[in-house]
């Protein structure tokens, strides 16, 4: 989380705001958000017995390679496992993914088939996506299950959601903003990565001083030779232990990426091509119409019908958040942290019992420790990556660093 601008940092609030409400949802994009890469390293890459022979290339070579990679036809598998150390959702899969929604886990749109639900599934375990693009308006995800699959397509101005689990379709209208953004997709919430590229250019956002970036030597991912970019923090204090990014020698495209916790064993984030293929995919991969009986719902439905159910209530209970305020950034760089309050210097307020249903707050509790301090008490929510410590007067400090970090964060701001 290395400090940028203001506007960057008021992005930042609301993002947090947003994520006290759907906490699970909030998790993996703070996680790999909150990595930030800088300060080019010069060491160049030196082939490891058995690794593909390439010519010798600088950090900052690499770096410039990807940057300025063209490629926006392929198609391919890609393979994502997550370990952030979560205890498992249960029955908070039938909650909206976080959001805790009654209507099943579509976060509160009442179709499997929506975007905001059915992705946050990649938040743990392993899950393989079939992926493919032609240009920015064309881009496929299929989330592939043991006997179903959930497919997101963008075709020019058409944007659909399909799960044949449930024969449920989500519809809604491209507005134009993802146009020319080279991304793979547009179809998915734009905070929740789910391509190499797309966990690359979130790791690669900023540059300062508290980073070495170095390459790591050569690999093969997918049958393709591959520089391996090595981002580690100099630090002390951060959850992450090194993020690890292969390279494609040939086009510069990020085919792997791995993110391993500064407390060992496996990586919490691993996500990368089995197979790849750059050339123009099949016109056809990017057609769809649903199937014969399935439910459709369309996108501006669902808007109309949330503002009439939340209107007045929601705007005055959060519209404080809206014009948020009350956030500080503590330190920087890779163990910067976010201090929360709500405008006027008031904190959050904790949840009341019977405010939070009985699955959510099993998840909840099951993730703090009780802690004190110069700050009073407090509970700090953890996993591998993100911590946030919440005190009883409800500030919140939250960051990629670890537990003693935030206490020590909090009683040094009493």
Known sequence: MAPNDSAQTTEEAKDLAAGRRKAARYIVPAAVAGVAAATIGLVPALAASGDPDLPKITAQELIEKMAASDTQQLSGTVKINTDLGLPSLGALGDLGGGSFAPKGGDGGTGSSASPDGKLMELASGSHTLRVAADGPDKQKVSILEDTAEYSMIHNGDEVWAYDSASNEAFH????????????????????????????????????????????????????????????????????????????????????????????????????????????????STFDFTPPKGAKVTEADEVEKEKGQEHGAKNHEEFKGLEDFQGLNIIGKGWTSIAKIETPGGEGFSAPKDGEVPPEAEKFLNALGDQVDGKFGSGTVFKTRLVNALMTDDGTVYVGAVTKDALVKAANEAK
């Open 172 to 283: 809604s209208k491209d507005d134009g903003s993802g146009k020319g953004s080279g991304k793979e997709h547009e179809a998915a919430p734009k905070d929740l990565p789910t391509t190499p590229k797309e966990l690359a250019d979130e790791a690669l956002k900023a540059a300062d001083e508290t980073t070495s970036v170095t390459v790591g030597g050569t690999a093969q991912v997918a049958g393709r030779d591959a520089y391996q970019l090595v981002i580690k923090p100099k630090q002390s204090g951060s959850t992450v232990g090194s993020i690890k990014i292969a390279v494609d020698a040939k086009n510069g495209v990020p085919l792997k990426f791995t993110l391993t916790p500064s407390s060992g064993g496996k990586a919490a984030i691993d996500a990368g091509f089995t197979k790849v293929d750059f050339s123009k995919p099949a016109a």
